[in-house]
């Protein structure tokens, strides 16, 4: 057993070592572990469990008036990324809208699988606009291959339990690999780094779709204001720097600059989860 358990520690430590180079659209050096088609591989699977518990639960929404709003706004979001972004035409376009009027939150997984919790959506009473920040964010950070680097993350954490492992000779804590790593990223923190390229690839994401770059700042102004109580898990994996408005802010002129007059982008047949 023993040594079964050290093979697979120096497969994960082999893992560790043998890093890839890539470059985020911002121009940043990113070194990962695990590559970004790794990434949207793992992270279907993860995504495909997360959504079929849900719907075991009856916890997707189907109500078409609101399908239809996330559809429209989103399309539009997956439009302008595809026209930046070629390599995203492959992606499978999907948005899950989860029935829980207690969480506020977001995602995106790599290869663009989406979910946005009807609480955020009520409790913060978004409109279209601030619906379109939200996800123009969170389509950033795969755009961005932020999840490949936040499985690397979880990898290394992983690498530690491996180790532990050995040292008691006891395998069931040694977790299994990119599997989990897809979804321990959904859980992770991001960096401030991370969060800066969102903001700033979304804001114009939305812009391009035709929705005001300042509902950017009214948005985290929502957020900061429903903070005041217990954190929304939104917040826990995405940090807000206490500037985040005003950066938004500053670049409000130069992001309508880009659709002065708001037309609206197609809509992209996104796919949504019932």
């Known amino acids: 057993m023993k040594r079964t ?3 697979s520690a120096m497969i994960t430590a ?3 070592v043998v890093t890839a180079c890539a470059t985020s659209p ?3 050096t990113q070194l990962m572990v695990v590559s970004p088609d790794t990434a949207i591989s793992e992270s279907k699977q993860a995504y495909v469990s997360t959504v079929d518990e849900l719907d075991k639960n009856k916890k997707l929404v189907t109500d078409t008036k609101v399908t239809k709003r996330i559809r429209d706004i989103t399309g539009r979001l997956i439009t302008e990324a595809i026209a930046k972004y070629p390599k995203t035409t ?3 376009w999907s948005v899950a809208i989860i029935d829980d009027p207690d969480t506020l939150n977001a995602w995106c997984m790599a ?3 989406m979910a946005i919790y009807t609480g955020i959506i ?3 009473n978004l409109t279209d606009d601030e619906i379109a920040q939200i996800m123009g964010h969170e389509i950033s950070h795969a755009l961005s291959n932020h999840t490949a680097e936040q499985m690397s993350r979880a990898m290394a954490i992983n690498a530690g339990l491996m180790a532990a492992a050995i040292a008691t000779d006891q395998n069931a804590y040694a977790l ?3 599997a989990i790593a897809a979804k321990l990223a959904l859980e992770l923190p991001n960096s401030r780094t991370a969060e800066a390229e969102a903001d700033r690839i979304g804001i114009e994401l939305a812009a391009r779709a035709g929705y005001s770059p300042s509902a950017a ?3 985290w102004n929502k957020m900061q204001s429903a903070s005041s109580g217990s954190t929304p898990e939104f917040l826990s994996t995405h940090p807000s720097p206490s500037n985040r408005s005003k950066t938004l802010e500053k670049l409000g002129p130069e992001m309508q600059a880009l659709n002065p007059t708001g037309k609206k982008s197609v809509v992209y047949p996104v796919t949504i989860m019932q």
């Open 26 to 28: 911002t121009g940043r």
């Open 90 to 92: 492959s992606w499978e």
């Open 217 to 219: 700042v009214s948005l």
């Open 5 to 7: 358990l050290i093979r």
């Open 111 to 113: 290869g663009g699988r």
């Open 14 to 16: 082999g893992i560790a």
């Open 176 to 178: 299994t690999g990119t």
């Open 122 to 124: 009520n409790k913060l």
